[in-house]
T-cell receptor, first 118, second 115 residues
Framework: GAVVSQHPSRVICKSGTSVKIECRSL??????MFWYRQFPKQSLMLMAT?????????EQGVEKDKFLINHASLTLSTLTVTSAHPEDSSFYIC??????????????FGPGTRLLVL | AQSVAQPEDQVNVAEGNPLTVKCTYS??????LFWYVQYPNRGLQFLLK??????LVKGSYGFEAEFNKSQTSFHLKKPSALVSDSALYFC?????????????FGDGTTLTVKP
């Protein structure tokens, strides 16, 4: 299957700082990328959907100014958590799909990034 | 609106026995259904999907799932469980009649296979 990488795998930062998480599709061009947040023993919460070259579409309740998403190329999307606070501590997972117009296409997931804000 | 229900938080099975992880769904259009597995502190790995065709879908690591339209179910099965199958399993649904393409995930089922 297709490979999606995330970097860093784990990050610890101080409250008030910003953290950038990178998501890359390694062997395919990802027209659409998704960013999820997962709390312990809970399901995935979709934060936003981004199509290459377009602004991200955020889910209700997700602050777009706090969680900045950039999908500037077909192989890279970034999530920046701005002015991070302890409640932003979570497991962030990205997912990528090659064709946005094919709903049957498989989403491939990155390995996740564990963020801890002190 | 679309939704997925995984009625069991936890499934325990002895190694070598068959396993079933249940999933039911609700979607207004065509159901596209997916199963993923997640190991601790890792992302999700794709197991299998149903888009169209045969109701019995075979996937990775010996897993299979059966699409049942009348019962709106897509249960995950394996004839003989391995200890290494112990993980968190997610069912997901997507509306195939739209290009919007957002998947809705169930809450997950933790499978524990005991030796």
């Amino acid at each position: 299957g297709a490979v999606v990488s995330q970097h860093p795998s784990r990050v610890i930062c101080k409250s008030g700082t910003s953290v950038k998480i990178e998501c890359r599709s390694l062997d395919f061009q990802a027209t659409t990328m998704f960013w999820y947040r997962q709390f312990p023993k809970q399901s995935l919460m979709l934060m936003a959907t981004s199509n290459e070259g377009s602004k991200a579409t955020y889910e209700q309740g997700v602050e777009k100014d706090k969680f900045l998403i950039n999908h500037a190329s077909l192989t890279l999307s970034t999530l920046t958590v701005t002015s991070a606070h302890p409640e932003d501590s979570s497991f962030y997972i990205c997912s990528a799909r090659e064709h946005k117009s094919n709903p049957g296409e498989t989403q491939y997931f990155g390995p996740g990034t564990r963020l801890l804000v002190l | 609106a679309q939704s997925v229900a995984q009625p069991e938080d936890q499934v325990n099975v002895a190694e070598g026995n068959p396993l079933t992880v249940k999933c039911t769904y609700s979607v207004s259009g065509n159901p596209y259904l997916f199963w993923y597995v997640q190991y601790p502190n890792r992302g999700l790995q794709f197991l299998l999907k149903y888009i169209t065709g045969d109701n019995l879908v075979k996937g990775s690591y010996g897993f299979e799932a059966e699409f049942n339209k009348s019962q709106t179910s897509f249960h995950l099965k394996k004839p003989s469980a391995l200890v290494s199958d112990s993980a968190l399993y997610f069912c997901a649904v997507r509306d195939g009649s739209t290009n919007a393409g957002k998947s809705t995930f169930g809450d997950g089922t933790t499978l524990t296979v005991k030796p």
